[in-house]
């Protein structure tokens, strides 16, 4: 065991990034469906390897040089902001607690695989919570990650501070704002052809308007607030920029609802996509996957979407990291 470690803490520092994608595969079926591709996001967002590399290297700097970051991708500066998009965010502090509890009680954690720590705790807290396992796990999982990257210690801190940004006012009212986004949905409110693209489901007025086959980093163009005081990457409305052609990789995006109401991933995009490493290729073969890059993604419907704080280029070639991460 690693100096200053529990248990629970050097067993997931011995785990992979493969080791967290089978478990993430293995209890996809056991998430709520309203947070299933939030889950998926939020792993996307803040890949192993990323933070392997900037906490390993001696000279942060190169690693922004290495991996061409932009961006904030240091998720020790932001966990709760981190998780503000996932409905069981209303129960971050919870899970926070919970996870910081378990990593100290866990005796022998190599008995069982990772997918059954997850589903334990999440059963757990559920009980004492009274609320659906299946509401918690894809958090729990989250909290659980946090831990393996940034320590006890930072997640314990500020354990029982609320999300920032607010939560959903209720789970029923989250769950109705993300169905309702399926296949052919269309706003009844907005003029027709012309629909309705949320980048941040907390807040009302995070939403800009996107015209039939525009694609989204053009429509995100057209909104005239300025966004660069949240982030200097956002030089052209509230979804990151440069080049809009698939060259630069500023603009990916989660898609939280509505990925069907945007244009088929094409071959490029796929290419794209895989070249900049935000998404495995099981994900980026799919013709509506949860990872996308804005300019290449031409809308036909409601969207909801979550912009990444960092850009960056991890692909395969990109300056490897050992999978074990102990010291
Ligand atoms: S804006 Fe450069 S890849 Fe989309």
Redesign the pocket.
């Known amino acids: 065991m690693a100096a200053g470690k529990t248990v629970f803490e050097s067993y997931l520092s011995q785990l992979g990034e493969s080791a967290w994608a089978e478990t993430l595969t293995r209890i996809r079926p056991r998430i709520h469906p309203v947070d299933s591709q939030a889950t998926h996001i939020w792993f996307a967002f803040w890949p192993l390897k990323l933070r392997l590399a900037l906490e390993r290297s001696p000279d942060p700097a190169q690693v922004f040089k290495d991996f061409q970051l932009d961006g904030k991708p240091r998720l020790e500066e932001q966990i709760d902001a981190s998780v503000a998009f996932l409905l069981g965010s209303s129960y971050w502090p919870e899970v926070k607690q919970a996870v910081t509890a378990y990593a100290e009680e866990v005796s022998e954690p190599e008995e069982t695989g990772l997918d059954a720590h997850v589903l334990e705790l999440s059963g757990l807290l559920a009980a004492r919570l009274r609320v659906e396992p299946s509401l918690l796990t894809g958090i729990v999982a989250v909290g659980m990650m946090v831990l393996r990257q940034v320590g006890l210690s930072s997640l314990a801190k500020g354990a029982a501070d609320p999300v920032p940004n607010g939560r959903p006012n209720s789970v029923a009212q989250a769950l109705k704002l993300r169905s309702r986004r399926g296949r052919g949905w269309k706003s009844l409110i907005w003029k027709s052809g012309r629909y309705r693209v949320t980048f941040d489901e907390n807040t009302p007025e995070s939403c800009y308007e996107a015209l039939e086959g525009q694609d989204l980093?053009m429509a995100s163009g057209n909104d005239p607030r300025d966004f660069r005081e949240l982030d200097q990457r956002r030089i052209a409305g509230p979804?990151?920029?440069?080049?809009?052609?698939?060259?630069?990789?500023?603009?990916?995006i989660g898609v939280l609802s509505g990925q069907e109401n945007l244009s088929e991933m094409t071959p490029f995009e796929q290419r794209?996509l895989q070249y900049?490493g935000y998404a495995p290729p099981a994900e980026t073969a799919r013709k509506h996957p949860v990872v996308r890059?804005?300019?290449?993604s031409k809308c036909y419907g409601d969207v909801s979407i979550v912009v990444p704080p960092w850009n960056g280029v991890l692909q395969e070639g990109a300056p490897e990291v050992s999978s074990n991460a102990e010291d």
């Open positions: 980093s979804v990151p920029v440069q080049c809009r052609s698939g060259a630069c990789g500023y603009c990916w794209r900049f890059l804005a300019c290449q």
